[in-house]
């Protein structure tokens, strides 16, 4: 069957690829699973439920074997998809929208990993990459700052506020806007207003416009993660969930490619020079990310947010979509999704088919009742907060120590006006600086790995809160040994480095962590919110470092310790662990 989209066109209509759906009756023949290669009407045969009767196939002596051999064979499909969706929480009253949701991770589950997913998998990942190449790009450029115009250690330090203030408005808006105006559009808009203002703040002819064109730079940027995040969740397979843990790879990879550019440029041009030309580079690696998201890459809208808005055929059509694009087949149709959700106890959800409809709903979207359903039970309502908690105080306590890094192993933040003497100081160790940088963001690519291993672990003191909390932990004892200890370049460089190990651990499970508590229709919500938390108290950051008593840099430390052992606690008491659970 020839599939009926050409290359050229920009997007994909449902009718690009309705021409392969499966009609109902051949179903059971073109199932496919992720693990076995058996099709559905095989699966259901061999699976049980503790809290369900049997298969239902006929024994030996059946009173209803006749019966039961003369059902059609999607017709038996159906009865098996019915009892795989109600497994769970048998006193809990499934919605209409509950059950599709639950058939389409098994209908994406069953077509399995395949090549559109690990497209997606680096896609998305330009998102994290794009995050800490800013960042840490921002904070590179601090001493250079100081050099070119004037304003002490303390003072530009302001300058990572305009880029917090930035990330607080585009982790919100984009947030939100992902459930209103669907995943597809943050996804590729996000990086091209990153790159346009990165670009143009290279030719800032002063610092109040550096701070300008950051903030501007951070309304794009600082919807990546809370999009990207959502978006690959809703694509994945429910086996292979590890995977949204191992997307912060792309984290420390930024942070080095940041580290060696500014190497390069920093330390070979003038003062006034090479952080332009630093700027400039990573402005241009933003835009070329674009370009491969939107001119090469055609991305699929989610198929929850399409359900969520009552476009079932064009979710449907998408999961198709995914199976060719996987070279596979898939059993589901939108006579299977009404057939499985058709039950007795279903809590029926009104579409929002209407155009009109959607309209009116999308212009009363921007409210608190987009966060409502965030608090629906007294156990998801505790874990929101507590999500919120933890983003909060890590978005206070990180870049107190992370974003003044290269100032603390320099000029030690002696807080004085920059002058020749002390710049001819600064050029002398900004090498190795610089150098040290790398190697600190070097150390912190394993830590996604490990993350992405141990998430999925077994063992009661792992999986998703575990990994999340003893990283956490380990984290807030080190920066207190950064302080206490750390009297030598080269005893800095080692605790930093540990530092850098176990932070991209809990930045790596807190971003998979929370998309995988929020329901579907909500879930941009409540991670725009907690993303726009954390930009929030990171905004504050930066003016406690530049007003706070004394040299300015053990004090911050100290602050960031005792907020990063806060988060932790609020880790421990998070009610929900998303470990094998399915998502909805």
């Known amino acids: 069957m020839r599939f009926p989209f050409r290359a050229r066109r920009r997007q994909e209509s449902v009718h690009d690829y309705i021409g392969v759906l499966v009609p109902l009756e051949e179903a059971h023949l073109h199932s496919h699973s992720a693990r076995s290669?058996?099709?559905?009407?095989?699966?259901?045969?061999?699976?049980?439920?503790?809290?369900?009767?049997?298969?239902?196939?006929?024994?030996?002596?059946?009173?209803?074997?006749?019966?039961?051999?003369?059902?059609?064979?999607?017709?038996?499909?159906?009865?098996?998809?019915r009892r795989e969706v109600r497994r769970g929480d048998r006193r809990h009253q499934w919605t209409e929208y509950e059950?599709?949701?639950?058939?389409?991770?098994?209908?994406?589950?069953?077509?399995?990993?395949?090549?559109?997913?690990?497209?997606?998998?680096?896609?998305?990942?330009?998102?994290?990459?794009a995050d800490n190449l800013w960042m840490q790009g921002v904070s590179l450029t601090l001493p250079s700052l100081s050099g070119e115009f004037g304003i002490?250690?303390?003072?530009?330090?302001?300058?990572?506020?305009?880029?917090?203030?930035?990330?607080?408005?585009?982790?919100?808006?984009?947030?939100?806007?992902?459930?209103?105006?669907g995943?597809?559009?943050?996804?590729?808009?996000?990086?091209?207003?990153?790159?346009?203002?990165?670009?143009?703040?290279?030719?800032?002819?002063?610092?109040?416009?550096?701070?300008?064109?950051?903030?501007?730079?951070?309304?794009?940027?600082?919807?990546?993660?809370?999009?990207?995040?959502?978006?690959?969740?809703?694509?994945?397979?429910?086996?292979?969930?590890?995977?949204l843990t191992l997307l912060s790879v792309w984290w420390p990879v930024g942070q080095l490619v940041s580290s060696i550019f500014a190497w390069y440029f920093i330390t070979r041009w003038p003062v006034e020079q090479g952080w332009r030309y630093f700027v400039m580079t990573i402005g241009l690696i933003t835009f070329a990310m674009f370009l491969i998201r939107f001119a090469i890459f055609r991305l699929f809208e989610s198929p929850k947010y399409l359900l969520s808005q009552g476009r079932q055929s064009e979710a449907v059509a998408v999961v198709h979509g995914i199976a060719y694009r996987n070279g596979k087949m898939t059993w589901l149709t939108e006579e299977i999704l009404d057939a499985v959700a058709d039950m007795e106890g279903a809590e029926r959800t009104p579409g929002r088919v209407s155009t009109t409809n959607i309209i009116k709903e999308n212009l009363t979207s921007f409210s608190f009742g987009r966060i409502r359903p965030l608090f629906q039970s007294r156990k998801l309502g505790t874990?929101?907060?507590?999500?919120?908690?933890?983003?909060?105080?890590?978005?206070?306590?990180?870049?107190?120590?992370?974003?003044?890094?290269?100032?603390?192993?320099?000029?030690?933040?002696?807080?004085?006006?920059?002058?020749?003497?002390?710049?001819?100081?600064?050029?002398?160790?900004?090498?190795?600086?610089?150098?040290?940088?790398?190697?600190?963001?070097?150390?912190?690519?394993?830590?996604?790995?490990?993350?992405?291993?141990?998430?999925?672990?077994?063992?009661?003191?792992?999986?998703?809160?575990?990994?999340?909390?003893?990283?956490?932990?380990?984290?807030?004892?080190?920066?207190?040994?950064?302080?206490?200890?750390?009297?030598?370049?080269?005893?800095?460089?080692?605790?930093?480095?540990v530092e850098a190990f176990c932070q991209n651990i809990m930045y790596g499970v807190l971003y998979a962590f929370s998309p995988e508590i929020f329901p579907a229709p909500v879930r941009g919500a409540g991670t725009g919110v907690a993303s726009f938390l954390n930009r929030v108290l990171g905004l504050i950051a930066p003016i406690i470092a530049a007003n706070i008593p004394g040299d300015g840099t053990t004090a911050p430390i100290y602050m960031s310790a005792i907020l990063i052992l806060a988060a932790f606690v609020g880790m421990v008491l998070i009610p929900i662990e998303t470990r094998g659970r399915q998502r909805l």
């Open 383 to 497: 874990a929101t907060l507590l999500i919120w908690f933890c983003w909060s105080t890590i978005g206070l306590g990180y870049p107190l120590f992370n974003a003044f890094l290269p100032q603390y192993l320099s000029h030690g933040g002696s807080g004085a006006p920059v002058t020749d003497e002390s710049m001819m100081a600064y050029d002398a160790a900004s090498s190795e600086t610089y150098r040290n940088y790398a190697i600190i963001s070097v150390v912190g690519v394993p830590g996604s790995l490990l993350a992405a291993y141990t998430v999925d672990h077994k063992s009661p003191f792992l999986g998703r809160k575990g990994t999340l909390a003893i990283s956490t932990l380990v984290s807030a004892i080190f920066l207190f040994f950064f302080v206490k200890f750390g009297t030598t370049p080269n005893s800095q460089l080692f605790f930093t480095c």
């Open 152 to 181: 002490s250690e303390k003072q530009v330090r302001y300058t990572t506020s305009s880029l917090f203030l930035g990330l607080c408005i585009g982790s919100f808006f984009w947030g939100i806007g992902a459930d209103i105006m």
């Open 99 to 129: 059950l599709k949701s639950k058939l389409i991770n098994k209908a994406i589950q069953d077509i399995g990993m395949g090549r559109y997913n690990w497209q997606l998998f680096v896609l998305c990942g330009f998102g994290w990459f």
């Open 37 to 81: 290669g058996r099709s559905e009407f095989e699966e259901v045969r061999t699976s049980s439920d503790d809290d369900e009767p049997e298969s239902g196939l006929p024994k030996d002596g059946d009173s209803e074997q006749t019966g039961m051999l003369q059902m059609s064979a999607a017709e038996y499909t159906i009865e098996g998809l």
């Open 183 to 243: 995943r597809r559009i943050a996804f590729n808009v996000t990086l091209l207003i990153t790159s346009i203002f990165g670009i143009w703040a290279a030719y800032a002819p002063s610092w109040g416009w550096v701070c300008i064109l950051f903030a501007c730079m951070g309304t794009g940027v600082g919807g990546n993660l809370p999009v990207d995040g959502a978006l690959f969740l809703e694509f994945l397979p429910d086996s292979s969930s590890a995977l």
